[in-house]
């Protein structure tokens, strides 16, 4: 089951207007799901492969998507599963307030979100880089010093960015989408010169465009960041269910075959591959499950 765009947007609004993000439900999401006989993914439309929706039928796929599937259906194997469209501004103040019960968006991992929300142990470590048409013949950050520069609202990337700006001294023109389709299409259309993001979304969103053989992700990384599911804070027995159940794939091996699922064999809807085949640094994790935050991983 899924949830209609339209009341997505008045939950939210209802969320920031009565200040309901600053709220904690009383009971804890385990006996929440219990009662409820439910429970309230919060997926995103356009973050492929992490977490997209599949065709007008409101099917939400990807690899966080089937992860957080895969994780509810172990620990709470009876709840009916309802799949709400949220957006990387949203979703932690939905959580906050107890309307979702998971977020299996691709969300960064970082200390100021720490003191929110709780996040499961890092099952994806991404590295944030830019798409560039082939022909602008743009090939590193220096390049984009003075131009116009999309990324998504809400996103780290932004930061990253000036982070950089200030840390070079340089400047960029950085234009916001609502979301990741919309900071694409600014580069597609030629009004942005490049689109900075995780690399993993970058090689989803390349892989579904119109013509993904013009685009093409360089550059050097400007950050790595992991990315994990989140839940409410303060409820360790929640967390300690998810975490059980992602090292119990971690050591089967099944998040592993997940992961080659979504980013290295064909995935819809043009059964393209994105061809990145598990880092390192992932494969680490597998073998040393935690649940750190971005900080940890500054260079």
Same mark, same amino acid.
Do not use: W
């Given at each position: 089951m899924s949830i209609p765009f339209k009341r997505i947007v008045a939950a939210?609004?209802?969320?920031? $207007?009565?200040?309901?993000?600053?709220?904690?439900?009383?009971?804890?999401?385990?006996?929440?799901?219990?009662?409820?006989? +439910?429970?309230?993914?919060?997926?995103?439309? %356009?973050?492929?492969?992490? %977490?997209?929706?599949?065709?007008?039928?409101?099917? !939400?796929?990807? !690899?966080?998507?089937e992860l957080c599937e895969r994780v509810l259906k172990d620990i709470a194997p009876q709840a009916r599963l /309802?799949?709400?469209?949220?957006? $990387?501004?949203? #979703?932690?103040?939905?959580?906050?307030?107890?309307?979702?019960?998971?977020?299996?968006?691709? #969300? #960064?991992?970082? #200390?100021? @979100?720490?003191?929110?929300?709780?996040? %499961?142990l890092t099952t994806y470590v991404s590295e944030v880089r830019m798409a560039t048409k082939v022909d602008s013949g743009i090939t590193t950050l220096d390049q984009l010093a003075g131009r116009n520069v999309s990324a998504s609202t809400g996103t780290t990337a932004v930061q990253l960015l000036r982070k950089r700006e200030r840390a070079q001294n340089v400047s960029y023109n950085t234009m916001l989408g609502k979301d990741h389709l919309e900071s694409f299409l600014l580069m597609e259309s030629g009004r942005a010169d490049a689109f900075v993001l995780d690399d993993n979304l970058l090689a989803g969103i390349i892989a579904n465009s119109k013509n993904p053989a013009a685009y093409r992700i360089v550059g050097d990384a400007l950050g790595s960041e &992991?990315?994990?599911?989140?839940? @409410?804070?303060?409820?360790?027995?929640? +967390?300690?269910?998810?975490?059980?159940?992602? @090292?119990?794939?971690? +050591?089967?091996?099944?998040? /592993?075959k997940i992961y080659t699922k979504w980013f290295v064999a064909a995935i819809p809807p043009k059964n393209t591959s994105l061809n990145l085949p598990m880092s390192a640094a992932l494969k680490q994790l597998m073998l040393e499950p935690n649940d750190k &935050?971005? /900080? %940890? !991983?500054?260079?």
């Open positions: 939210t609004l209802l969320a920031f $207007a009565f200040g309901a993000s600053a709220q904690t439900p009383a009971t804890g999401t385990l006996d929440k799901i219990k009662t409820s006989g +439910k429970v309230v993914l919060g997926v995103r439309e %356009a973050s492929p492969p992490m %977490a997209y929706m599949l065709g007008a039928g409101d099917k !939400y796929v990807g !690899y966080h998507v /309802e799949y709400m469209a949220v957006t $990387a501004q949203n #979703t932690i103040p939905l959580v906050q307030n107890g309307t979702l019960d998971i977020g299996c968006g691709p #969300t #960064t991992n970082n #200390t100021a @979100r720490q003191q929110q929300v709780a996040f %499961a &992991p990315i994990a599911l989140l839940f @409410r804070k303060d409820d360790p027995a929640f +967390k300690t269910a998810v975490d059980d159940s992602l @090292r119990r794939m971690m +050591k089967s091996g099944d998040l /592993e &935050p971005l /900080e %940890a !991983y500054a260079k």
